[in-house]
């Protein structure tokens, strides 16, 4: 099994691109979430799917927009990107509300 | 969902337990304990979770106190590749899936 697999692993963008991540899990989870790690800092969340269909915004939605393609695809997508949003991105999933959590390897993207 | 409360960094010696101290002291009844690890900037791992009574699986062990307001990890013979950030983690269970908020973690440092 693959688990969490994120796409790229690499980016770097200038400012104003757009660009979206991808997250796939291939366990049948029903959550899913994306969080950012600056250097030094632990995780934030930036939105979370409690199960296909739905979405919410964590602790820094700005600037992001998420879209729960199906219940194995969660994808985060930078509209303008900006040289803030320079960070580690991880995508995670959960079966429900009990389950351990299982993280993505993490997307580096760099904003110049 | 309580917040955590974790010193910023300890270490221990290998082949010696490491016990890593939580305080949640805001804790409600159906609030469980998590902790995960991140090692090196790779996506967290989980590792054990409990509510009331303390728990053990092949990593390590969790104590919780009778009041549940703090917690330690006990990873009971701590080697080099034990060094990460540990985060602990409070996290509701009755309802909707909620949402998977980490803080800064604790940094554990195993010397030789």
């Known amino acids: 099994n693959a688990g969490v697999t994120q796409t790229p692993k690499f980016q770097v963008l200038k400012t104003g691109q757009s660009m979206t991540l991808q997250c796939a899990q291939d366990m049948n989870h029903n959550s899913m979430y994306w969080y950012r790690q600056d250097p030094g800092m632990g995780l934030r969340l930036i939105y979370y799917s409690a199960s296909e269909g739905t979405t919410d915004k964590g602790e820094v939605p700005n600037g992001y927009n998420v879209s729960r393609l199906n219940k194995r695809e969660f994808s985060l997508r930078l509209e303008s990107a900006a040289p803030s949003q320079t960070s580690v991105y991880f995508c995670?999933?959960?079966?429900?509300?009990?389950?351990?959590?299982?993280f993505g390897q993490g997307t580096r993207l760099t904003v110049v | 969902d309580a917040k955590t409360t974790q010193p910023p960094s300890m270490d221990c010696a290998e082949g010696r337990a490491a016990n890593l101290p939580c305080n949640h002291s805001t804790i409600s009844g159906n609030e469980y304990v998590y902790w995960y690890r991140q090692i090196h900037s790779q996506g967290p791992q989980y590792i054990i979770h409990g509510l009331k009574n303390n728990e053990t699986n092949e990593m390590a062990s969790l104590i919780i106190t009778e009041d549940r307001k703090s917690s330690t990890l006990i990873l009971p013979h701590a080697t080099l590749r034990d060094t990460a950030v540990y985060y602990c983690?409070?996290?509701?269970?009755?309802?909707?899936?909620?949402?998977?908020?980490f803080g800064k973690g604790i940094t554990l440092s195993v010397r030789p």
């Open positions: 995670a999933s959960t079966l429900d509300r009990l389950a351990e959590a299982f």
């Open positions: 983690i409070v996290r509701f269970s009755p309802g909707a899936n909620s949402k998977l908020t």
